[in-house]
């Protein structure tokens, strides 16, 4: 056997297999099973406790460099919350959190559900506001403080989501209506919201981050000072799963939205992870035993003396 060939595989196999293993997860729903962990349970537990009417937070404190990560997260998490007629208030903490993330997010998957809700009564964007730890603390006293108009300029009393509010009425907005707040984030802006909200304000918080960043979160996690986390795409898939277990049947065309090619989603996204993996780990495998059949061959040479 030539094993000295084998050492010289052409590279561009090894791209055309990346390619394959990439390609067809996405095309083709492949369906690798997904284990769910305890701080994905939690949350999806913690949103399933909530009733129809009960106002939520969403924080999008990320950007574009992370959103293969963060945005299947934000649209289970929607996805999750207009299922359950909740009503959610969005804002971002990171500059291009609202810009761009939000509206193109939002938008996506409010246009599922446009028969059913309507923005300012279901959900509205309160936009960017700059200021991290400062914006977070007078929230606490008054949400309308600190965004005096949604993302658009439109008034903070001209929101019908906020009638009970309006600034003639004795009623501030603030953590105390929210039921649960939900930041995916980047850096550090999601540790912010447990060591300062949760910890000040006492109020439920749920964090999605970047795989790279899960283990610092689990130590807030651990310390009861969030009450759920979805790490990377592992987390983003765990809630998919959850979701299309519990909802499937009663709303096939959610179920055909993740079944969708065109559609990127969390599980997808490990399928793809998962097959590529395991690709190379094959061919670091291969490589390895052709270098040990190979010091084996030169060894039984050496002995023969030839």
Known sequence: MNLDKLTRVDRRIV??????????????????????????????????????????????????????????????V???????????????????????????????VAGEYEATHIYGVDFVNLGYKDGGQAVMKQMGVNIQGVF????????????PMFEPYRTSGDSVLSYTDMKLVISVATGIIGEWWANLVN???????????????????????????????????????????????????RYPKMRAIYNDPKVYSAIKGMDVQTIDHMIIIIFILFGNIIYFLMKRQEKKLAQTGM
Do not use: W
Request: net charge negative.
């Open 15 to 76: 791209f055309l297999l990346i390619f394959i293993g990439t390609f067809l997860p996405i095309v083709f729903t492949i369906g690798l099973p997904v284990s769910i962990t305890p701080p994905v349970r939690d949350l999806y537990d913690k949103m399933e406790s909530l009733n129809e009417g009960d106002m939520i937070m969403l924080s999008f404190d990320y950007g574009p460099t992370t959103a293969p990560e963060n945005a299947p997260m934000v649209d289970a």
């Open 78 to 108: 929607l996805r999750h919350a207009f299922l359950k007629r909740l009503k959610v208030v969005i804002i971002a903490l990171f500059p291009i959190g609202s810009v761009t993330m939000a509206e193109q997010e939002v938008s996506k």
């Open 148 to 159: 005096p108009t949604d993302v658009s300029g439109t008034p903070f009393d001209e929101i």
């Open 199 to 249: 910890a000040q304000f006492g109020i439920p918080v749920a964090v999605g981050c970047t795989a790279v960043s899960a283990p610092k979160y689990y130590a807030y996690y651990k310390a009861g000072q969030m009450i759920g986390l979805l790490g990377g795409l592992k987390g983003g898939s765990e809630y998919e799963k959850l979701l299309i277990d519990g909802y499937g049947d």
